[in-house]
């Protein structure tokens, strides 16, 4: 099993989550990523996905937004702007949030509207696969 470190996940709201972990698996901008203790030093993007937290053997899931993670070789620090587990996740305003993107990705709007609604989609998608995985309705 692999070595314990400190890692902390901070959004504006919160801290997150502060403990030891044996791995964590984040979604950046070039794939998934797993992070161990003693990892090379870095800071990366985060992107809206699922993460993934090995804790005393066991894996939990969560949601995550847009941010970054910098890595140290003892501890590593997640900053996001939305982090969720998915007992948190209301699937009903998740629905609703999908069905809203989607909506306005069929109106003609600018470039950047269009990148926002791409990104709400995303996160709506995220959501409701991690709230349904978790109660089990997929």
């Not at 009903?92 to 470039?111: D, P």
Request: net charge negative; hydrophobic share 35%.
């Amino acid at each position: 099993m692999p070595e314990k470190y400190t890692l902390e996940i901070i959004t504006p709201e919160r801290i997150f989550f502060r403990g030891e972990v044996q791995s964590v698996i984040i979604p950046t901008s070039d794939g998934y990523m797993s992070i161990q203790k003693m990892h090379e030093p870095m800071v990366a993007t985060i992107v809206v996905g699922d993460m993934k937290l090995q804790i005393d053997g066991e894996w939990k899931q969560c949601t995550t937004t847009d941010g970054f993670v910098e890595v140290r070789p003892d501890e590593t620090i997640i900053f996001s702007q939305a982090v969720e587990w998915p007992e948190e996740i209301d699937l009903r305003r998740a629905q609703e949030a999908r069905e809203r993107a989607e909506e306005q990705l069929r109106q003609k709007k600018s470039h950047q509207e269009y990148m926002q609604n791409q990104i709400a989609l995303a996160r709506a998608m995220v959501r409701l696969r991690v709230g349904r995985r978790n109660r089990n309705l997929e």
